[in-house]
């Protein structure tokens, strides 16, 4: 194999890179990217609204085309075609192996056309542009209170802007940790001033008089908060468009295997493709073999080596057993939880104590362990951790 192509400059994306060179691979390596920036780490983006930049392996010897975005790939000439070319409308090029790892994109809101000072957070730009925004005293109404919506309100009311949080379920965090835990983060959010509705959705937002700029948020029960700006976190969509008539097979991210290699329509994999981090949607062991894209940072780094190996052995390809695992800072709480609580159907709780700030919740799916979540109890994440490794290399084909 002499040429590699890496599409997708972000965590997973540069982490197979250094993988393929630490396993051997000497020959033309490149990386491309959509964002303008050299790669970034993104938790920081909601959790602290701060740029983090990754580090680059010193010898990983890339070229990198930065501020280019993938808009087409031809699996039978083996060309990926990239927009914003110096000599044509778009350029090609060519590939003997290819990774997959574009990611994920921002859900965008299906209703009107938004005002000004609305925006959506999944890149540096889009935080630089929001951080401009959050002085102290404004208004901020976040649309969302999963992970990132969550986080985004916590940081903001840390920086003194007043905030309040809409939600469609009756919890926060509830589809991905369970109403127990989604009560807990709910008087987390009330404690510390937040003013949250839930069971409620957003149904027009408003300019304020003789402006173009958000001056309301009308709820669907016809409660009516002003705001000075909005933030949406409806989620994130697998960033698989230019995919689209490649012959590769998608639905919720690009599938493949076990192995990390890319299925094509028929359900065989397609020679000299892998993919990895948000953008893979893999039969999940622990979710009883349904497949999912999880979106998260450990499963980005865990990839990398499996799928550097599958490209480099396609003869003898390793399968991924990374465990899933997932963490969250809310008001000086730190959540840490392992496997797929969001797969359950019954939620114990061990321990959840409001005072002294401790959660030690587990899942299960059919009376089998599926995830645990702890705060200030993350010393206890490693047996169950222990007890869900052997699941992991069920359904490997």
Known sequence: MRRIVVVGASLAGLRTA???????????????????????DRPPLSKELRIAPLDVAEDLDARWLIGRRAVGLDI?????????????????????????????????????????GVFTLRGLDDTLALRAELTEGRRLV??????????????????????????????????????????????????????????????????????????S???????????????????????????AGSGL?????VHADAYLRVLRADGVPEPGIVAAGDVVNLPQPLAGGARLALGHWADAVEHAGTAAYSLLNPADPRPHQGIPSFWSDLHGVKFRSVGLPAAADEVRVVELDVASRRVEVTYHFRGRLVGALTARRTGRLAAYRQELAPRVGEFVN
């Open 142 to 215: 976040v649309v969302g209170a999963g992970f990132l919506g969550s986080e985004l309100a916590a940081a903001a009311r840390e920086l003194g802007l007043e905030v309040t949080l809409i939600e469609a379920a009756e919890q926060p965090l509830q589809r991905a940790a369970g109403s127990q835990v989604g009560a807990y983060v709910a008087e987390l959010h009330r404690a510390a001033g937040i003013a949250l509705h839930t069971g409620c959705t957003v149904r027009e937002f408003r300019t304020a008089p003789g402006t173009d700029r958000i001056g």
């Open 249 to 253: 097979r998608l639905g919720g991210g």
């Open 18 to 40: 250094e993988a393929l060179r630490a396993q051997g691979f000497a020959g033309e390596l490149t990386l491309v990217g959509d964002e303008p920036h050299m790669p970034y």
């Open 76 to 116: 039978g000439r083996r060309t990926v075609a990239l927009e914003g070319g110096d000599t044509a409308a778009y350029d090609e090029i060519g590939y003997d192996g290819l990774v997959i790892a574009t990611g994920t994109a921002a859900r965008q809101w299906p209703g009107q056309p938004l005002p000004q």
């Open 217 to 243: 948020v009308t709820l669907d029960d016809g409660t009516s908060l002003p705001a000075d700006l909005a933030v949406l976190a409806l989620g994130a969509e697998p960033a698989t468009g230019w995919l």
